[in-house]
């Protein structure tokens, strides 16, 4: 006799006393109260992590005030902290990386969707997914090692010689060729961005009804005039939500940047040259911060890049949602 | 019907499709690169001595024992304060409070912390326990980790649970048993093997995670099983030996890095096999 056949023979066989059926209520409101509680640990939890962001920033804000936003300064040695140099070198290298990042998604979600054959589909999509799960160290380590010193000889000196005499675009890429930098940032967070943006771009793709695509085709339509008439608009919602969450990331990598950013504290007009982001300053110099000042400056940091990416991964989740209540309504 | 027109549709179409071949093509080269470049410089320091060694000092050979014992440690902590509480915020969120406003807010809270700069978790985690404490220790590592390893698991035990037939549970219900038999015994037995995945993504995004533990666990140079103290961990021994100039100590962050990339491979590998399996079955 099996187990579960046992347990309905007890069942049958014994009377339901009150004493069981109250020590069954217990153990509902315990598990209900349990589950509840840990529901309730996840808010806290955010609300927590805000608090003490926003406690541990106070002497900063109180000693620089709205300057502390505005100015390039970095000197712990007089205790003079403005966070614009790593603000601008977050903002700068997230947006090389969607600038790489964006098209590159886009052109592999649409090989997978459209045009790869279909034994092809799942081994790509794997691989793709498994980019995704390389934890940003190795990305980091290979950028210092294989990437940089590849773009310092091969790239970088090709991109100075061939803008150098137009105007704008020679400081941009002024010289000389560092290897590491802003632009080497970028383009390590193009490549990491890339699986997040891809497979959120695939699933939403997927979700385009067969006949919308056939009706297309039928009319004479190419695969580019699909994808870009039927599919983006149709999936217009959730593409921009998956390129924010790819946003969202870029913004707050940390190990894969800082390994190559170069941790230089200045606003430099060239792209090529050495720089810092919100979160490389902090893995960088968080632990030899000495005083409370420039530990509280380093943790104010933290508080505007939770904010940014706060405010874009919420964006990017709204958008999302959107899109699943109205193909949830449709199904 | 006008030739040039259709000539430059076609010849558009084809441009993009190159482009699209050429995205995909180099997405799976850099991971080939990546990986290959891993197996390349790492494997020649796979040997006994990085097993069975500490981390030398600065221009000798040596292994990574206290460090792997430390990931060891801080990732069961994580993962051992992270699932409970995970496990349980989702079975609300599917069971008790399905579609209510407390799950709604929660979901939607949980995938943003899911997404949140783990730096930011650490600096919260510093905040928090190592400046109460008044020191580095291995406790406040495991449980940044934990905090990154809940948002992952509320994430795929409400998902795991939603798939779960509503069928199974009416026919618990008819048969008498109260709720929480029916969470116990049908809904988590359905759903186990979708959980335990999710388990198992968490533990591969932590294995690697350094930020968090930049100021929280610390370093350490030698061999340290007291949790209540700075303890060596991979991913920032890694983080430190790579940027030094010896070359031992960069040979021997290759070795680590292969180390930890092969672990979550595996365990990205692994429980991509068992929600496979279970969603064919």
């Known amino acids: 006799m099996n187990s579960t056949a046992q347990v309905a023979n007890s069942i049958a066989q014994s009377e339901i006393s009150p004493s069981m059926l109250r020590r069954h209520g217990i153990w509902d409101a315990l598990l209900r109260n349990a589950t509840r509680t840990a529901a309730i640990t ?20 109180k000693a620089f005030g709205f300057g502390f936003l505005t100015t390039e300064t970095w000197n712990p040695v007089t205790e003079k902290f403005g966070a614009l140099a790593p603000i601008y070198g977050t903002l700068v290298t997230s947006f090389i990386a969607m600038l790489i990042g964006i098209p590159v998604s886009l052109g592999v979600a649409i090989f997978i969707t459209e045009l790869c054959p279909l034994w092809l589909r799942r081994p790509i999509s794997t691989a793709i997914e498994l980019l995704a799960g390389i934890p940003s160290i190795i990305y980091g380590i290979w950028g210092l090692f294989v990437l940089s010193p590849f773009l310092q000889a091969h790239v970088q000196p090709l991109i100075i010689g061939t803008f150098a005499g137009v105007p704008v675009l020679s400081s941009l890429f002024a010289g000389p060729p560092y290897g590491i930098g802003i632009f080497t940032a970028g383009i390590i967070l193009s490549i990491m961005v890339l699986p997040y943006i891809t497979s959120v771009t695939r699933d939403v793709f997927e979700t385009v009804p067969a006949v919308l695509k056939e009706s297309a085709y039928g009319l004479g339509c190419t695969t580019w005039e699909v994808v870009s008439k039927v599919v983006l608009p149709y999936t217009r919602a959730g593409v921009i939500g998956g390129i924010m969450l790819g946003l969202g990331r870029a913004l707050g990598e940390t190990m894969a940047v800082t390994f190559v950013i170069g941790n230089a504290h200045k606003i430099a007009a060239s792209i090529l040259a050495p720089g810092t982001t919100i979160s490389a300053n902090i893995a960088n110099e968080f632990t030899e911060a000495e005083g409370d000042l420039y530990t509280s400056s380093l943790v104010a940091q933290g508080l505007i890049l939770f904010g940014i990416t706060f405010i874009v991964l919420a964006a990017a ?8 209540m109205r193909s949830g ?3 | ?6 000539n430059r549709r076609r010849a558009v179409n084809g441009v993009i499709m190159v482009l699209a071949w ?18 390349y410089k790492g494997l020649g320091g796979v040997s006994w001595a990085v097993f069975s060694q500490n981390t030398p000092p600065p221009g000798s050979a040596g292994g990574l024992l206290n460090a792997i014992y430390g990931s060891v440690m801080m990732t069961l902590i994580g993962t051992a304060l992270g699932t409970p509480i995970g496990i349980l915020a989702g079975t609300y969120m599917a069971e008790y409070g399905r579609g209510n406003k407390l799950t709604m807010v929660v979901r939607f809270i949980n995938d943003i912390l899911l997404s949140a700069p783990s730096i930011v978790i650490g600096l919260f985690v510093y905040e928090m326990l190592v400046v109460t404490m008044g020191h580095f220790s291995a406790w406040a590592g495991g449980v940044a980790l934990g905090l990154l390893v809940l948002p992952v698991v509320v994430r795929t035990t409400e998902d795991m649970l939603l798939l779960v037939p509503d069928s199974m549970r009416e026919a618990s219900s008819a048969l008498g048993s109260p709720r929480w038999v029916v969470i116990m015994q049908v809904a988590y037995r359905a759903a186990r093997a979708g959980m335990l995945t999710g388990v198992l993504l968490a533990i591969a995004r932590i294995t690697g995670e350094t930020a968090p533990l930049l100021f929280t666990a610390l370093n350490n140079q030698f061999m340290s099983t007291n949790m209540n103290a700075p303890m060596a961990n991979l991913p920032v021994v890694i983080f430190q030996f790579a940027l030094s100039p010896y ?23 692994g429980a991509r ?9």
């Open chain 2, 247 to 269: 070359a031992d100590w960069q040979k021997l962050a290759w070795t680590g890095a292969l180390l930890i990339t092969v672990t979550v491979l595996i365990l990205n590998v």
């Open chain 2, 22 to 39: 050429f995205a995909a093509a180099s997405g799976i080269f850099v991971l080939a690169l990546i990986l290959g470049t891993l197996l």
């Open chain 1, 42 to 61: 996840v808010l806290l939890l955010l609300g927590g992590v805000i608090l003490s962001l926003v406690q541990g920033s106070i002497p900063a804000f």
């Open chain 2, 273 to 281: 096999a068992l929600s496979t399996r279970t969603s064919k079955s």
């Open chain 1, 329 to 331: 309504s449709k199904v």
């Open chain 1, 317 to 324: 989740r709204l958008m999302l949602l959107r899109l699943e």
């Open chain 2, 1 to 6: 019907m006008n030739a040039a027109i259709y």
